[in-house]
């Protein structure tokens, strides 16, 4: 079982940064992939951002590439999400889910999922 609770979610200009964090509790938390996922009202929760268990694999949606990194720290079981150059159509409340296999993550189907921060980007 695995618990994950984010943070770091707030209000901001149009490019400018905010950086959010997963924090997961529970057992071998390292053994799990972890992805951001991101749903906007009206519309349909869409992948962000995946890292593997390893670290070593990242993978990005396409509207966020060169603007998001994901990273991970398991020594205090938490995952990043830096966020720059925001733009107004990356308002959404944002989730972490974390799946033994990194291909569920970027299907956005882990099995673990957390409550949600709201990002809101103002133009």
């Known amino acids: 079982q695995v618990q994950l609770v984010e943070s770091g979610g707030g209000l901001v200009q149009a490019g400018g940064s905010l950086r959010l964090s997963c924090a997961a509790s529970?057992?071998?938390?390292?053994?799990?992939?972890v992805g951001w996922c991101r749903q906007a009202p009206e519309k349909e929760r869409e992948f962000v951002a995946g890292i593997s268990w390893s670290g070593t694999s990242t993978d990005y949606a396409d509207s966020v590439k060169g603007r998001f990194t994901i990273s991970r720290d398991d020594a205090k079981n938490t995952v990043y999400l830096q966020m720059n150059s925001l733009k107004p159509e990356d308002t959404a409340v944002y989730y972490c889910?974390?799946?033994?296999?990194?291909?569920?993550?970027?299907?956005?189907?882990?099995?673990?999922w957390g409550q949600g921060t709201q990002v809101t980007v103002s133009s």
């Open positions: 529970g057992r071998t938390f390292s053994s799990y992939a």
């Open positions: 889910n974390a799946d033994p296999n990194f291909s569920m993550v970027v299907l956005g189907r882990g099995d673990y």
